[in-house]
């Protein structure tokens, strides 16, 4: 494995070891704010977002699996989005190869 490699997997599992952290955090996390919270902060609701519904449904709803502590929980949440996002790049890869 190359140096440049275990940077990165270091620097991930760092990152997956120190989501809990945000369960101490006070607020929502940046860019997760409810309709409510934005009004709060800004004095109102733009349009835009007001009449937004997701495109799709969370996984995991608030990093929450029933039946687990809120710690796990975040754990779990925190592995399987980075596991989610170097697959895709993994893929994204690939046929980034396969195009040249």
């Keep these: ?14 990152a997956i070891i120190l989501t809990p952290l945000g369960l101490i955090a006070q607020g929502p996390a940046w860019g997760e704010w409810s309709a409510e919270e ?12 007001e009449n937004t519904k997701p495109l799709i449904e969370a ?3 608030d990093y929450e699996i029933s039946g687990l502590n809120a710690l796990a929980s975040t754990w779990i949440s925190a592995a399987i989005g980075a596991t989610l ?8 890869k690939k046929s980034g190869k396969r195009a040249s």
């Excluded at 440049?4 to 620097?11: D, E, G, P, R, V």
């Excluded at 934005?38 to 977002?49: A, D, E, K, R």
């Excluded at 996002?85 to 893929?91: E, L, R």
């Design 85 to 92: 996002v170097f697959m895709i790049m993994i893929g994204i």
């Design 38 to 49: 934005i009004n709060t902060m800004i004095g109102y609701v733009p349009q835009s977002i």
């Design 1 to 14: 494995m190359s140096q440049n490699k275990k940077y990165l997997l270091a620097f991930i599992l760092i």
């Design 59 to 61: 996984l995991i709803p």
